[in-house]
Structures are given as C-alpha cells and as structure tokens.
C-alpha cells in the first residue's frame, strides 16, 4: 500500500465517552491519531491518555509471540513457541481438566480492557467455545454492577438521560463523578448549559480537578450519598415543590417513600454525610425550584457496601421534582441499557447449566484448589486491578492451576502465566461499539497489520476451536458476520443501521429522539411505574460511614481514577508514568499532624489485608478521616511491588455483588528506609 488515507475508528477503553477517532496511515503505517471532529460527542478531542495510543501500539515491551513459562510462578521467565505448540498444548491441559474436573473448572476471566462487542466484554467474546467445553460462567460485577442493579430496581433500566441534554439543564449535580479526568467530552455540555445560567454542583469526598471548575464542591462523607438524597429531597417536600401530577401517574410508593423522606431533616443529613447544614438546606432549595435539573453520577458512587441503595435512592430525586419530563432532567449513569443489539452467545450450546463466577471474588475461588484448575484471563490485570490482590497472587502460585494470558504487553498477571498469547490492539482489528456515556455506534476498521504474530480474540478462538476439533459452525463466523448477527435484533433504535453503513460512515446515533426524555411518559417497569425505596430500604451506610474514626484502622481509603491511566491500561507506558509521578496519598492537615507526617514522607497505608507505600501529599482536598490514592498503577512498577488493591476487602455491596474499592478502612505508618 502507497499514499494516505484516514481510516475511522473508536477507542476501546472502559470510559462512557468511546470516542470516535481518525487515524491517518501513510504507505501502511498508522502515523497520526486525532478525535474526530466530525462525532457530535468526541468533537475532535482525545484525552491525554488515548493522544499516546498509537504509541503504545509500538512499544519496545509489546507482546508479539507466544510465550510459555520456563521460571516460577510469578518470575515472568519465559521462552518463544510456536503458535501451533502454544494451541496443541492449551488443547491437550483443557481435555484434561474437562475430563477429569468437568467443564466448570475452567474460568474464561474476561475483562474491561475493551469493551468491544466483537472483541471485547460488551459482546462477551469467546463465550461460543466456552460454551461447548461447559465452563463456568464470568460475572463481571467489577464495574458497575451496584449502581446498575439499584437503577433497575427504581427506573426498571439503568438508562437514563442523553447526557448530550445537559447542555439544557439549569442545575448540574455531578455526584461522585470527575469528569474532567473520567469522560471529559461532557464538560462542553456542561459548559453549554452555564453559558445559559446553569448553576453546578460537584458532590465527592475530594475536591477533584472537577470540583475545582464547578460553581460550588460538597465534601461529602464517603458512603452517605444517599442520606444526602434524603435530605434534599426534604427540603423540596418542605416547599412543596415535588410534582404531584407526575407522582400519581407515574410512580408507585410514594407515599411510604415521603415518609422516609421525612426523617431526614436537614440536620440529620448534614450529621451523617459532614456537609454543613446550610450548604445542604442551600442546594435544596436549588433543585426544588430549578426545572430542569440533571444528575450525573457514575461508577464511583457506588463502589461501597450501601452503592446500589445510594442509586437507588439519587434515582428517585427527579421523579419527585418531575424532571423526567423536561429535556435536560433526570440522571445519566449509565447508556448501556439502550443499546439493543443481539448479542448471541449460543447459550444453546451448553450440555447442561453451569455456575457463575463472580470477578470480585478471584482470590477466594482460587484459594479452593477444587473450584478453578484453569484461568483464562483476557482484557484483564487482575494482579493490578482485583481486590484482594495478596491472596490472588497466592491463589496463581497453585502448582495445580493452568493459567492462559491473552495479553499485548507483560502486565504483572503476565508473570504467573502458564502460557501468553499475544493480542492485537484497537488499531489492528474490526469492533463493533457503542457508548455508556452517548447513544451512538460507533466501527472500528483495522487501520494496520497486526504486528509480530498478534491475533484478536475472535481470531484466537476461532483457530484454537479447529484445533481442538471442534465442528459447531457458529464458532467460526467472521467478524462481519458477527457484527451482521449483532445488529440483527430487530429493535427500532437499530432500524436502518447496517454494517456497511457504519464502515462508510464511522458512526451512527441510534435512533432516539433529540432530545430524548426517556421516562416521561412511564418506566420500563411492569407497572409501568418507577418504584421507590420501600420503607427503611433509602440509605444503607458503608462499612467506612458506620465505623470510620474507631479501630485500628481508623481513615477511609478513596482510591479514585488518576489522570494519566484507565484503569492499568497505559500503567507502562514512560511518558504517563513520568507524568503520574510517584505514588501519592493526599492525607488532611489535621490528620498529618496526628501521625506527625510530613509534606513528600513515604508512609506504608495499610490494613490487615496488606499495604502499599505512597508519599505524603497534605492537603485539604480531603476532608480529616478522608485519605485518597489513585489507582491504576502496575504493582512491579510501583515502590514496595504494591498497589492500592492490597488493602481493597473482598467483599459485596449491596446490590449486585458491586466492588467495593471507596470502602476501606486503613491506616498510615511511617517507613523505615527511603
């Protein structure tokens, strides 16, 4: 190939926005990346860490054959193979588990490094063959699951507004969310909305980049969010602002749920949640009398034991005001749910049931020899990204356990593979996307080969079931066929949107109205009705609001999105590492003086869990009992070999078996050495 063109595709990554990019390839070569400024949402801007992605694509670390372990567990020692002796070898350990363990003693341990339908978790690839060996089913809970499952049981969908309405909204609470660090692109909605009077109001225990760009910041104690529901929504009863008319029609329990709402005065929430009383009494009186008004919240507010509650609970807010029926009103957590493709994972296939297992739960399973004999992890970090990451090490340590990594560079879940397959990236393959934070679809066309011996997971599967023998012709369609079967469902956000139109065009909006008001004329529900909390179900407390300040353990570990990486993904990359510098933990004055700790010391946070080293950042960008480490780092690469999922307890949330990574309990302590 000679000349230039620009090919069109779309990020990958577990971020709302799934940009739409143009990457322009001269003579066979990917050269430039930029947004494309054609998407109404991307509006040609990348974040700082996508603008390094054709750059990763090259880097010197890039897995580009088969690997097979020649040291220990968790050495990263390993020797070249073939591709054939990588799939004889992985065929000959996976007869042998399905036939001495069953089929359920196989893990397909999927994640979110991309959220692909083709080649990623959206669409669960690879589900086909896993189906035919009867493993077990993967419950990816690490995400979103609380909020999602409190959503649903309020609104009967986690989806919600059009976050492109905002810039019609008059009152913005953006609650447990930094959108300027995690999706960006609604900030120029947002600023739409207050270049015509929008007043906005940032919600979160730290006082973000986000908050520092909004009209006011609330410091509110982590885990109460819904207590702070409960009490502005006391205000509005307290003027009689809340819609009457929209109550009747369309919700149910309304009126048990004002009687929740009324104990909860101003002062009781302002007791619970450490916001001043008169900020809380203030921002009350805003949304009673501010039509309309829009709640984003997304992934953060929910990472703790009372997250789906907390939901739960902010999701009734604009059904007592009557937003819903204004464009520009309502919440926006989450667009998955209107996205109605096919997705296909010829469950048929299965011999019989099979249980599922939960992501968050890794380090138990793998603590029980009999549960797991084989782990398959792909578009996952879990060493960097799982909770409990002391026991998951222990847990890949198992002589007994076959671990596969399908992987582009040598993360630390790497080390303790049995075998590594090296994987394409988003430039190098076909995908199929659509937004949780916009209603468009978006393709992703190849824009290069793919480099050294890399093979997409479609590709992976595919070669590995004939190599296993296997005959069912579903595990081998092409990923046009695929993507055709996907838009297949019949359902009318799809009409009209064909494969070939969205290689011609890059993207599409399904088709909503705009602007799309989606609950004002009922709820998905079988009622037809929002359902609100039912009686002492409002608020759950997490585990840090109910014993924060007694123990050992006495301050609540935030462990917020960094600016520099998505979750692990770009954790190796030189330039994002130089910009992250080292790891910090933002520590109040008043609780530095405590401990008698210094601006830039080095301490070990920690719990009976294990800890990780951090240095010292005093400032009051968090509250006294508050401390705050970024995630994403790589453990191998970080001081101590640790990251903050060392102190992260395995446990569930309240809805949906949630993570809870915004729940901990530590404490900090000095290190000896440098």
Known sequence: MSGELKVLGACPLDCPDTCSWVVTVRDGEAVKMRGNPDHPYTRGALCVKVNRYLEQTRAPDRILHPLRRTGPKGSGQFERISWEEALEEISVRLRGIVEEHGGEAIWPYQGTGTLGYLQGCEGVAGRRFWNMLGASRHWLNICSAAGTSGLRLTNGTAGGMDPENFAQSRLILLWGTNTLTSGHHLWKFVQDARAEGAHVVAIDPIRTRTADQADQHLAIR????????????????????????????????????????????????????????????????????????????????????????????????????????????????????????????????????????????????????????????????????????????????????????????????????????????????????????????????????????????????????????????????????????????????????????????????????????????????????????????????????????????????????????????????????????????LVNPADARARRLSDGQRVRVHNAGGGFLADVEISDRVAPGVVASPKGRWPKLSPGGANPNTVVAERDADLGRGAVYHDNLVELSPCAGP
């Open 222 to 585: 982590p885990g109460t969010d819904a207590a702070l529901a409960l009490g502005l929504l006391n205000v509005v009863l307290a003027e009689g602002a809340q819609d009457e008319d929209f109550l009747a029609r369309h919700t149910d329990g309304w009126e048990s749920f004002r009687a929740e709402i009324l104990k909860y005065p101003v002062e009781t929430a302002a007791e619970i949640t450490g916001i001043p009383a008169a900020d809380i009494h203030s921002l009350g009186m805003r949304l009673a009398h501010t039509r309309p008004t829009a709640i984003r919240a997304t992934m953060g507010i929910q990472r703790h034991e009372g997250g789906g509650t907390a939901m739960r609970t902010i999701a009734a807010i604009p059904a007592v005001t009557g937003d819903w029926q204004h464009p520009g009103g309502g919440v926006a957590y989450s667009t998955s749910d209107h996205v109605h493709v096919n997705i296909d994972t010829r469950d048929d296939l299965l011999a019989k049931p099979v249980r599922t297992l939960t992501m968050t739960r890794l380090a138990s399973e793998l603590a029980d020899p009999d549960s797991v004999k084989c782990l398959w992890v792909y578009g996952a970090n879990p060493v960097g990204s799982t909770s409990d990451s002391n026991r998951i090490r222990r847990g890949l340590m198992r002589d007994d356990l076959f671990t596969v990594v399908m992987e582009q560079f040598p993360t630390d879940t790497v080390d303790y593979a049995d075998i590594v397959l090296p994987a394409t990236m988003q430039t190098e393959h076909m995908d199929l996307h659509a937004g949780y934070g916009h209603l468009y679809l978006l393709w992703n066309e190849p824009a290069s080969p793919p480099p050294g011996e890399c093979l997409s997971t479609t590709e992976t599967f595919r070669r590995l079931a004939a190599h296993m023998g296997m005959t069912e012709p579903s595990l081998f369609d092409t990923d046009l066929e695929l993507a055709e079967n996907l838009l297949s469902s019949g359902h009318s956000s799809l009409e009209g949107i064909t494969v070939d139109r969205l290689r011609k065009e890059g993207w599409v909006r399904m088709n909503y109205p705009d602007p799309f008001t989606p609950h004002a004329d009922g709820f998905p529900t079988r009622s037809g009705r929002l359902r609100f909390p039912p009686p002492g179900k409002a608020y759950v407390p997490s585990l840090s609001a109910r014993t924060a300040g007694r123990g050992p353990y006495p301050l609540t570990l935030i462990t917020p999105a960094p600016h520099t990486f998505l979750n692990t993904t770009f954790g190796n990359n030189p330039e994002l590492r130089r910009r992250a510098k080292e790891p910090v933990v």
